[in-house]
């Protein structure tokens, strides 16, 4: 064996040495609170994948979608024809569309009122709030009552959040936090939405 061979073989042993100690570690179960913000694509998507990966352990999916209006996009095609996922399509629209607050408001207190039946409904394994960051940053929603509401959950019911600029509030309540960046987009260079890509 070469030295440089030798020399990967015992910084990937003692790199396993690590991480098995951490695994073993880590011994506390429960539900968690995920937030995927930041400017970049692929938040929702990344919480979709989420629902693909619960529905492999023979879980329940919640999802409550706050700006959407839309009812065919892919995902949701896909995934609410299945009979553990219960998803809600709860928006009017993007805020710069409905351009009516009132309007917004009246949709974000109705997607709430499901967001607040799944949480308190312990056969849901994880619940997607997906642009609920929006909701809050408008003040549509209080906050501090949105924040109240998630921590009463069931011990074992996960939840993830999506959508841009999340809270510190919010983030300091979360077990995990993404922040997604805006490197480069094809919207920028004038290309369309694509279907099966962002649709």
């Known amino acids: 064996m070469t030295d440089k061979n030798q020399r990967h073989q015992k910084r990937m042993k003692r790199k396993k040495e690590l991480i098995d100690k951490n695994i073993s570690a880590a011994k506390e179960e429960k539900g968690l609170l995920l937030i995927l913000t930041g400017n970049g694509k692929g938040k929702s998507s990344s919480a979709f994948g989420?629902?693909?990966?619960?529905?492999?352990?023979?879980?329940?999916?919640?999802?409550?979608?706050?700006?959407?209006?839309?009812?065919?996009?892919?995902?949701?095609?896909?995934?609410?024809?299945?009979?553990?996922?219960?998803?809600?399509?709860?928006?009017?629209?993007?805020?710069?569309?409905?351009?009516?607050?009132?309007?917004?408001?009246?949709?974000?207190?109705?997607?709430?009122?499901?967001?607040?039946?799944?949480?308190?409904?312990?056969?849901?394994?994880?619940?997607?709030?997906?642009?609920?960051?929006?909701?809050?940053?408008?003040?549509?929603?209080?906050?501090?009552?949105?924040?109240?509401?998630?921590?009463?959950?069931?011990?074992?019911?996960?939840?993830?959040?999506?959508?841009r600029a999340a809270s510190d509030a919010l983030c300091n309540e979360a077990d995990t936090v993404s922040e997604i960046a805006d490197i480069k987009h094809a919207y920028h260079a004038g290309i369309k939405a694509q279907s099966g890509i962002d649709l």
């Open 50 to 163: 989420m629902i693909a990966r619960s529905l492999g352990h023979n879980m329940k999916v919640g999802v409550v979608q706050f700006i959407k209006g839309r009812t065919d996009t892919g995902e949701e095609a896909f995934f609410s024809s299945h009979a553990d996922v219960d998803w809600q399509v709860m928006g009017e629209g993007f805020t710069w569309d409905t351009q009516n607050r009132e309007k917004d408001i009246a949709a974000a207190q109705k997607g709430w009122a499901e967001a607040q039946r799944m949480l308190a409904d312990p056969s849901y394994n994880l619940i997607i709030f997906d642009e609920l960051t929006y909701i809050l940053n408008y003040k549509y929603l209080d906050s501090d009552a949105v924040i109240s509401d998630i921590n009463k959950r069931p011990n074992m019911q996960h939840v993830v959040i999506t959508g």
